[in-house]
């Protein structure tokens, strides 16, 4: 009977302490909730939603975009760059180098972009600070780091000719890259070469690391030709891409063709099909025969050193059969050593008598390349680089296609042959 009058005692305090503490929650979740009233009426101000909706209302609308994305590498150094914006305008960009020097740019002028001035310098890291502001005048800020490619990473062509240069109707556009190139359908296809005469234009690889370019005949007297390289990009090989970007333009001069005759050791100088001019000349002698065929001037020297051991004609001592330091009016014809120049150490009576030299065209000079009279000064000053020399009946071979810038002794099929496209 105690016991259960006990029971009875402890079960009402157990009812008022669930009672005083279910008291406390709903003090607690009356604190924390709002009240009844406040809920009824959609006031849930305090909620994570509302306050998300509060900050979204003073964060800028303005969106912008930094290219290439922050960390990235092997970014290009042409036309890669830029900052966009959406939903607002750019107020300011700043772009440095990772030591701090500044990079010029400009935003443009409806404030939506902004690029560099210049090209990008490789294997270097730079820093793009951006600042857009919305129509309400709020502003929004980006950062973006960068690495532009290396140069163990891409590939550039050295080209020739140069831009804005007059040459002659032999000069081949001829590209020699940096790399080794193993996709030359891709990077064949990033160059075009055009001319204002119409003519078709073929590439032609001699090797992995050049190319070049022609028509099927002569370039046409007066015509403008224009390079354009669109490599920006273009993967040349394995991880290896291309960085240029840039048109070239150079004109076609005159029709000038020259056509040496080993037999009759003259040289009849012709413009536009007609001769000009006749200049006796002295070539390879039997032992050291001139190479045959079509030859382009790739180079002019006023006077330069000539020195046999540089091309294989050597004494027993290791020294060169000849070493002539101030040859004058020398204008080269092959990679290997051929030139067409002045001669003012030989006798005046073999020019036009006897063929004397270790392989090259000689004329009739004075020493020093004072005196404008003679034979190889006229011709000098009458010549452009891209001239055509046409050596023949000397007895030797037809100079290579890839020594100097001879590929026209390749006829057009075997030409277009080596196009990659």
Not at 71 to 83: H, L, M, P
Not at 250 to 264: E, L, P, Y
Request: with cysteine.
């Amino acid at each position: 009977m105690e016991k259960r009058v006990m029971t009875d005692s402890k079960r009402r305090k157990g009812l008022m302490a669930a009672s005083a503490l279910l008291g406390g929650v709903l003090v607690l979740s009356a604190c924390s909730g709002g009240s009844k009233a406040d809920a009824s009426s959609g006031g849930d101000s305090s909620s994570q939603a509302k306050v998300d909706e509060a900050a979204a209302k003073k964060t800028s609308e303005a969106q912008i975009k930094i290219t290439p994305k922050d960390g990235s590498d092997n970014a290009s150094i042409n036309n890669g760059t830029a900052v966009t914006v959406s939903k607002g305008t750019l107020t300011s960009v700043t772009m440095q180098t990772a030591s701090g020097t500044a990079v010029a740019g400009q935003i443009s002028a409806d404030k939506k972009s902004w690029k560099p001035s210049a090209q990008l310098d490789r294997a270097t890291t730079y820093k793009i600070a951006a600042e857009a502001a919305d129509s309400a005048g709020r502003v929004a800020h980006e950062n973006a780091s960068f690495a532009t490619v290396a140069p163990a990473n891409s590939f550039i062509g050295n080209f020739t000719p140069e831009d804005g240069s007059t040459v002659g109707v032999g000069m081949p556009v001829s590209i020699n890259f940096d790399k080794a190139i193993t996709n030359k359908a891709a990077v064949q296809k990033g160059i075009t070469v055009s001319s204002s005469s119409g003519q078709e234009v073929v590439g032609h690889w001699f090797s992995a690391n050049r190319l070049d370019f022609r028509p099927e005949n002569y370039w046409t007297g007066g015509s403008t030709v224009t390079l354009k390289l669109n490599l920006d990009g273009v993967q040349g090989a394995s991880g290896v891409y291309g960085v240029q970007q840039k048109t070239v333009t150079f004109k076609i001069g005159r029709n000038q063709v020259s056509i040496v005759d080993a037999q009759t050791k003259t040289m009849k100088v012709t413009q536009d099909g007609k001769t000009i001019k006749t200049i006796p000349i002295s070539a390879g002698a039997p032992d050291h025969k001139t190479y045959q065929g079509q030859m382009v001037i790739s180079e002019k020297f006023k006077e330069t050193r000539m020195d046999g051991s540089t091309v294989g004609f050597t004494k027993n001592d290791g020294k060169g059969e000849y070493d002539i330091k101030d040859v004058p009016h020398a204008m080269r014809l092959s990679s290997s050593g051929t030139f067409i120049h002045g001669n003012y150490w030989g006798a005046k009576s073999i020019f036009g008598a006897v063929n004397t030299s270790h392989g090259c065209v000689g004329l009739s000079d004075t020493k020093g390349a004072g005196d404008p009279n003679t034979s190889a000064a006229w011709f000098y000053n009458h010549s452009l680089i891209g001239d055509v020399v046409v050596v023949k009946n000397t007895g030797d071979k037809t100079v290579a296609p890839d020594n100097g810038l001879n590929g026209w002794n390749l006829d057009w099929a075997a030409w277009k042959a080596g196009s990659a496209v």
